[in-house]
């Protein structure tokens, strides 16, 4: 894997990140019949609490493995491995096997413990950004399917989530075409998006093949044929796609 950069990593994380975030959102919604507007951590535990906005609803208690803090001021992103006030804590012991895969690929934005974060542009913001990065790349590296960002004042946390009982959704041929494109629309989530695009069809063990001088990715969902055509720019110029209708 040599050569390897974070927005390759990123690149390759970001679809699946958001195909199995959005299912999390309904589980959480689903478990606790309405969805969930308040959190609470308990760090040393190792727990987030979703506190149902119904009441007489039962809560979702899940297991947390904290990565890390994007904050206004100082305006950085911090590894929790990194954070002092967590030195030899179980719950950054994650961060620290991401630390690892960064170290072990010559990656410096994921071996290093604390990054500076540009100042916004018009319609972005980089806090936002960043702490989205660190969740992507960390759930694709540590194979837990989610995350949870949780926003306060001038910082964004965030951790992986395993929560018992949630399992991703499989992959849909429906639902692909909206996650791209809220995917490459959102700014600095995708680089490239032919490896964006091949990178999920690997991820899900989807069959997919190139047509000549890869304008176009045909991935086989259960429900038939996604077509994804690049302009020579290598940016995402149509998707269509071709299902077969269901059985009589």
């Not at 179980?90 to 934005?109: D, T, Y």
Request: some cysteine.
């Amino acid at each position: 894997m040599s050569g390897l950069t974070i927005n390759d990593v990123l690149d390759d994380s970001i679809l699946v990140y958001v195909e199995d975030h959005g299912a999390f959102v309904d589980w959480i919604t689903q478990q606790t019949g309405g969805g969930s507007e308040q959190m609470t951590l308990d760090l040393p535990r190792q727990q987030i609490t979703y506190v149902p906005k119904l009441h007489k609803r039962d809560e979702v208690v899940a297991r947390i493995h904290l990565l890390g803090s994007v904050a206004d001021n100082p305006r950085s992103a911090l590894w929790a491995w990194a954070n002092p006030q967590f030195t030899d804590s179980p719950v950054v012991a994650m961060s620290q096997r991401i630390r690892e895969f960064g170290e072990s690929r010559g990656i410096p934005e994921l071996a290093s413990g604390e990054l500076p974060v540009p100042d916004d542009e018009p319609g972005t913001d980089r806090l936002a950004e960043f702490a989205t990065r660190m969740a992507a790349v960390s759930c694709r590296i540590s194979g837990i399917p989610t995350a949870q960002i949780m926003a306060g004042g001038g910082t964004r946390v965030v951790m992986l989530v395993d929560a018992a009982g949630f399992m991703p959704a499989p992959p849909s041929g429906i639902r692909f075409p909206r996650i791209l494109m809220s995917a490459i629309s959102a700014p600095g989530w995708v680089h490239d998006h032919r490896r964006a695009v091949q990178g999920y069809a690997q991820a899900r063990n989807l069959p997919y093949g190139w047509e000549p001088n890869f304008s176009a990715l045909n991935i086989g969902f259960p429900e038939g044929n996604v077509r994804v055509a690049f302009d020579p720019q290598g940016r995402i110029a149509d998707v269509q796609a071709q299902f077969a209708p269901p059985p009589a």
